[in-house]
């Protein structure tokens, strides 16, 4: 966890190529398994030709990202952040609009229209600037892993020490 970590800080881009591909190996696995399954597994749903599409399609979305990792990359990666720039807008301007609407019930509404600017502002970043976004993620993540290696590593040197003492 610490060695991935380290990885996202010091190098994002090449951390979320690693991530699209391992997800394009696993949507491969999750359609040959699929598709073997349903070919000679025993039990057969109600949704076999269901089954059969949805499995052959991730099979060959996992075949597409694998083939082309950076034009996948860049294109999840995008998609992905549109939608959580939208949905930040969303939830920015839903909170400005109901605490204005609302506002004799509440003492003071400046936190909450705050909020909602802060929103509306992430939003607006995570949509003009995608890939930026999605790098700065990455680091934020590989900030968060390696802080959560170092608890780890605290708590098995405790439990150590601790049997060390029995």
Same mark, same amino acid.
């Given at each position: 966890?610490? +060695?991935?970590?380290?990885? =996202? ?8 190529? $690693? &991530? ?5 190996? %696993?949507? *491969?696995?999750?359609?040959?398994l ?17 089954? @059969? ?9 996992? #075949?597409?990202? /694998? !083939?082309?990792? &950076? @034009? =996948?990359? #860049? /294109?999840?990666?995008?998609? %992905? =952040? *549109?939608m #959580?720039?939208?949905?930040?807008? &969303?939830?920015?301007?839903?909170? !400005?609009?109901?605490? $204005?609407?609302?506002?004799? /019930?509440?003492?003071? !509404?400046?936190?909450?229209? +705050? ?5 509306? %502002?992430?939003? %607006? #970043? ?18 968060? /892993? $390696? &802080? ?5 590593f605290g708590? =098995?040197?405790? +439990? ?7």
């Amino acid at each position: 966890m610490l +060695l991935a970590g380290l990885y =996202a800080i010091i190098w994002p881009g090449e951390a979320l190529t $690693v &991530l699209v591909l391992a997800g394009g190996i %696993l949507l *491969v696995v999750d359609g040959v398994l699929g598709l073997w399954s349903l070919t000679f597994g025993g039990g057969k749903s109600g949704n076999y030709w269901f089954d @059969v599409i949805s499995n052959a399609l991730s099979l060959i979305l996992g #075949v597409l990202i /694998l !083939i082309s990792p &950076l @034009v =996948a990359t #860049v /294109l999840t990666v995008s998609i %992905l =952040a *549109v939608m #959580v720039g939208i949905a930040a807008l &969303l939830v920015g301007i839903m909170q !400005i609009v109901v605490i $204005v609407r609302e506002r004799e /019930l509440y003492a003071r !509404i400046w936190p909450v229209v +705050l909020s909602g600017i802060s929103y509306v %502002l992430l939003g %607006l #970043v995570f949509l003009l600037f995608p890939l930026l976004s999605a790098s700065i993620g990455m680091i934020l993540g590989g900030i968060l /892993l $390696v &802080l959560f290696s170092f608890g780890l590593f605290g708590w =098995a040197w405790r +439990l150590y020490q601790r049997s060390k003492a029995s």
